[in-house]
């Protein structure tokens, strides 16, 4: 399975760099990350994204809480380019399903990224609201399964599968927490997967044989013990 890599990332410099590297094929923000990077209007710093990219998809949050407002805010992203997979949470706070908010906009031709997926149960509810034509990207949250000592690997299996039947369905691998997370991610079968620039750079290292590792290791313990100056 050839799973792409896409960044996940707010900060414009860094777009600018990891746009030019082939291994990256898409990008994923938030609005967390993206006030972490000093943005202060959302529509402008947005566009200011979707420039820099120019035709690689990216995936744009919308932040209400009720159905009717994130489907207005949903349809103004979309408007912003052609690249754009508009971002919905599977749930709003008050633990409502969007079903109404993913049917209303993948009837309208609106690619979408349904975020905040941790179970199959969810990945089938949102199979049963969407056609069979529009773009839809499931991101399923490994890493916050992982941190809270869940398994999320039986829950890809399950959506993979149950998403087989849509073409234009594909299931992301995100909440990366270490590089070795895309080699299960390719394992499983997953289409995408969405990284921080830091581990996309350990990826592109990957190959280092385990006696180079052991060497680098013990070089590197030995040259902080010199800089403590320890003796015993």
């Not at 710093?45 to 949903?74: C, H, R, T, W």
């Not at 049917?103 to 069979?132: D, E, F, G, M, P």
């Amino acid at each position: 399975m050839n799973t792409k890599i896409f960044c996940d990332i707010a900060d414009l410099s860094l777009i600018k760099k990891f746009s030019k590297k082939k291994v990256v094929k898409g990008f994923t923000t938030n609005p967390s990350l993206m006030r972490k990077a000093g943005a202060k209007n959302y529509k402008s710093y947005s566009k200011q994204i979707i420039k820099i990219l120019k035709n690689k998809p990216i995936s744009l949050e919308v932040f209400a809480d009720d159905q009717k407002s994130m489907i207005k805010q949903g349809k103004e992203i979309n408007s912003w380019g052609k690249n754009i997979y508009v971002k919905v949470p599977v749930i709003n706070s008050k633990n409502e399903f969007t079903g109404k908010v993913i049917k209303h906009l993948n009837s309208r031709n609106v690619k979408l990224n349904i975020t905040a997926v941790y179970t199959s149960k969810q990945t089938k509810k949102i199979l049963q609201n969407i056609n069979k034509q529009t773009k839809v990207i499931i991101s399923i949250f490994a890493g916050r399964a992982g941190d809270t000592g869940k398994d999320p690997i039986p829950e890809f299996v399950r959506s993979i599968k149950l998403a087989k039947r849509f073409k234009n369905v594909e299931i992301l691998w995100a909440s990366v927490r270490e590089p070795y997370n895309f080699l299960q991610a390719k394992q499983l079968g997953c289409h995408i997967i969405t990284i921080p620039p830091s581990i996309i750079e350990k990826i592109e290292k990957f190959g280092k044989s385990f006696d180079q590792l052991t060497k680098e290791t013990v070089s590197a313990f030995l040259e902080d013990s010199k800089k403590s100056n320890f003796k015993i």
